[in-house]
């Protein structure tokens, strides 16, 4: 496709159940972003690709979060346990450099916990 | 946490006017980003502009940077319903900061 897709648009989950975020980033793009957008809030950074090299984790709330690009294409986030506190949007951005470079996001997945 | 603080917090016009929405950072930058996001979907890369830069334009975006009071700002002239969204300024270091946004309500 020609943008950032990501997968489902929409989950909800209950507390204490395991989801799984997809996130095709556009092809060729060697940088990929994980975000966590709450209502009203702007984007906060979660993780950071180089390819397949995960650069940067230092946003991920909790050792339940989980993030793995193994072949530099596809992403998957995966949250454990989840909690009331982890609904939000989720963005997947990728980029054709570096991180300062500008992003190409997807729509997002809106992830409620109930 | 966010570095960016976005002022005003909410912004509502009538079409044709102009539109200024400040951004305030806090540490040193490479550059700095101006996105915009309508309702449910992702954010949309408008402009960015260099710290060694300190005015940009873009159709009807003009984009100023002020790195000694560590602020921007992004004027849209003569606004349009369809501009009608969030905008958020992201600061570039190691990863991008994104502030909390400007809601802008375009009014037919």
């Known amino acids: 496709g020609a943008g950032v897709s990501q997968s489902p648009r929409y989950k909800v989950a209950k507390r204490g159940q395991d989801v799984a975020l997809r996130c095709d980033p556009i092809?060729?793009?060697?940088?990929l972003f994980w975000y966590q957008q709450a209502l009203g809030q702007g984007p906060e950074f979660l993780t950071y690709?180089?390819?397949?090299?995960?650069?940067?984790k230092s946003g991920l709330p909790s050792d339940r979060f989980f993030a793995e690009r193994p072949e530099g294409s596809v992403s998957t986030l995966k949250i454990q346990r989840t909690q009331q506190e982890d609904s939000a949007v989720y963005l997947c951005?990728?980029?054709?450099?570096?991180?300062?470079?500008?992003?190409?996001f997807g729509d997002g997945t809106r992830l409620s916990i109930l | 946490s966010q570095q960016g603080e976005e002022d005003p917090q909410a912004l509502s016009i009538q079409e044709g006017e102009n539109a200024t929405m400040n951004c305030s950072y806090k540490?040193?930058?490479?550059?700095l980003q101006w996105y915009r996001q309508n309702s449910g979907r992702g954010l949309v890369h408008l402009i960015l502009?260099?710290?060694?830069?300190r005015e940009k334009h873009s159709g009807r975006l003009r984009v100023t940077l002020d790195t000694s009071k560590k602020s921007s700002s992004l004027l849209i002239t003569a606004s349009r319903a369809a501009d009608t969204a969030s905008y958020f300024c992201?600061?570039?270091?190691?990863?991008?900061?994104f502030g909390k946004g400007t809601m802008l309500l375009v009014s037919p």
């Open positions: 951005a990728s980029g054709s450099s570096n991180s300062n470079q500008p992003q190409h």
């Open positions: 092809s060729g793009h060697v940088s």
């Open positions: 690709f180089q390819n397949e090299a995960q650069l940067d």
């Open positions: 540490t040193s930058i490479n550059n």
């Open positions: 502009i260099r710290s060694n830069e």
């Open positions: 992201a600061t570039a270091s190691s990863t991008l900061t």
